[in-house]
């Protein structure tokens, strides 16, 4: 009894020196998933991007609005409608010492378009990387690219000596199959610097003491230590032990009980990411339906009768726990392009959506198979549920084959998925990459079968045309073709909460990647 | 006994190829990996490129022997999620759990053994009858739900343990150690309570069973006629006679922490192996998942094999049986 008395003694004392030894700010924080790789070209994917974004830079960063703001670049301006040019920013200096120069930005650039790197789609567009002089650089297109700043945003710049000393002038191959240096190493030139890295374990970074924005710095953050925490209630009991000051992640229904605690408290925002679900209407037969010989899908009136069906209010109250905001749109607020009045949706109707049924010639609806992910988005398999309910309602029976995204996905790329759920967020901020990928006929994730001439037209006239006024205009109009077609059903645009200490003041923001350049401790 | 041993480690292989078909016939039947692999924006050429230089293109059978050809000299590839050697990541995670096992252990033998031994020499007292419900508890509730109460309870109410990681951790050659820090030990109670619960239980009941069986023999009955003081014969002669079964059951079980922690050690985000191939398990990085099923079953395997051996070495009857 006296030794247990003793260990416990013991136990207490040494948190009680932990928390007395610390005068500097660490921010401790968690979230489900590492990053994969600390090689800023290696992988285009979410986390991946928001961790190192801590310790790179692009030439444009965000702000809390997500407004474009000079990052390395100072100013940027387009050159006629050969490219765009960029000043750069002067005195800036890698972690190792090294000057920030032009030839970083040529050479980074030149590594995004390399064969491994998972960027090349961003840098497409760019013919040349010119040096004009040290902090000028001047992008030559393939024509003109209007969102060439938007698409700049998350290509990081590395340092060409650096890359050179360590064999990574490459990014990390994955086919390869080969740990490259930069994936555990990294030499940035943004506000926090790499002290150690376990991968799925433990990420600390600390404060860059030269970074070039220190002197205007919002932050007051000397250390950064990450660990993922992969089970949710983990994760939340971690926040409120206060073991971690920050919860990217905590699951929707636990951010009450979070805010009910004196120490902590929860941030939501709408995120840019529209959630929807997606009908094959260019096939002839259904491949999973007990209709033969035409594909109902293709009718119009059935599309708009399953819309109308749908009650997103009842899934927004009921699923999501008032956290969503229903769509008229498949994009979100935030993104160019978006209106008001496009999202506004069609009214629920269970009863007009019977008799558009009937009218399409099935009185009494008919079978056909959802495909859901169950891992990916927020409830992604219980809003599938509802809408099973929902359609059951006008007489369609749906199977639903809720699956993990790693299984789901392939289904909608390999085009045999009749009715699928899909999620969609848009990095650049432009209604141009939902086109292109969603509604093109070429689109590589439209697994909708929709083509429309126009629709292609539009698409490759706005992705060239540099009159911004006739380009919104083009834009707008494109939107209305997608939305009279009822091309797919938006349900809602997922909303985000973030869960964390009072002590921390942290911006939320549309993209869930925290910037820790604006976190302060108090 | 040379052919008897050479029999098992026969049967041995069996198993072990068997479940390596098993392993392998993942790499066609879960997900595809290509796609957790390359970000949304791939192209169709960058997923050919990938599956080609993987071999994923190749028939079956090429790709089956490639990979036992690679497989019995302890290689598994790369996992596909962090591009590193899957036996080295092994490697590193294995001292974790380990550590974690062997604790588990130490608090499941402490705690057993003596409130087996106890609830069976007091079979009436009412301790004995509340140990021995208390007890139903740790097999009867699920593990991640014993995890989590404890991180509620010790982390979250007392604020006393961390609920999650690894901490204090000391490099010794090679060896990542949790025990030559307080806060390495802080760390490693709560998953090693939970992970134990089970076996605590277990060994309790078997102890118990054991010890009210003993008691009732003749050797312990002329033991207490022969005026012994009380401990001598429950400890001494008792006790070590209980001993014969519950080693063997506990050599067993050993083998099945080690395989079965992962439930633990995704609760408490422990380092081990078992948290490693969840982790796999999410990400289709199916080298992980097959080199991490080849290595319980050798686990298993040669737990198996020694226990088979030791029987064969402690019991004459098995010998008997040969000479036929």
Redesign the interface.
Known sequence: MRIRAIALAAMMSTTMFVGFAEAENVLRWTSQGDALTLDPMGQNEGPTNSMNGQIYEPLLKRDREMVLEAGLAESWKPIGTTGWEFKLRKGVKFHDGADFTAEDVAFSITRAQAKSSDFKEQVKSIKEVKIVDDHTVQFITDGPNPILPNEVTSLYIMDKGWAEKHNVVEPQDFAAGEETYAVRNANGTGPFMVEQRLPDELTVLVKNPNWWGNASAEHNIDKIEYRPIKNAATRVAALLSGEVDFVLDPPLQDLKRIDAQDNLKTITVNQIRTIFFGMDQGVDELRNSDVKGKNPFKDKRVREAFYRSLDVEAIKRVVMEGLSIPAGIITSPGVHGFTKELDKRRPFDPAAAKKLLADAGYPDGFTVQLDCPNNRYNNDEKICQAAVAMLAKIGVTVKLDAIPKSQHFPKIKNRVSDFYMLGWGVPTLDSHYVFSYLFHSKGSWNGTGFANAKVDELTDTFAVETDLAKRDKQIAEAWSIVKDEIVYLPIHHQVIGWGMSTKLDLPILPNDSPQFRWAKLN | MLTYIARRMLQALVVMAAVSFISFSLFNYV???V??????????EDRQ??RE??GLEDPFFVQYARFMQNAVRGEF??S?????SVTEMIAERIPATLELVFVSAIIALGLGIPLGVFTGINRTSWISKAVLTVSLVGVSLPT?IIG?SL??IF??NM????????AGTVELGGWKTSFLT??GW?SILLPALTLSLFQVTMILRLVRAEMLEIMRTDFIKFARARGLPENRINYSHALKNTLVPVITIIGLNIGGLIAFSLITE????W?GTG??F??AV???DVPIMAAYLCFVALVFVTINLIVDILYFVIDPRLRAEEGH
């Open positions: 997900g595809d990996p796609d957790n692999m390359v970000g949304q924006e791939a192209t169709l490129r990938i230089v993987l590839g790369i596909y999620r962090t591009k590193r991640f989590i991180i509620y982390a979250v604020g006393v343990l961390p609920s999650s990681g690894r307080i806060d802080r995704t609760v408490f985000q380092p948290l490693m969840i982790q999410d990400f289709v």
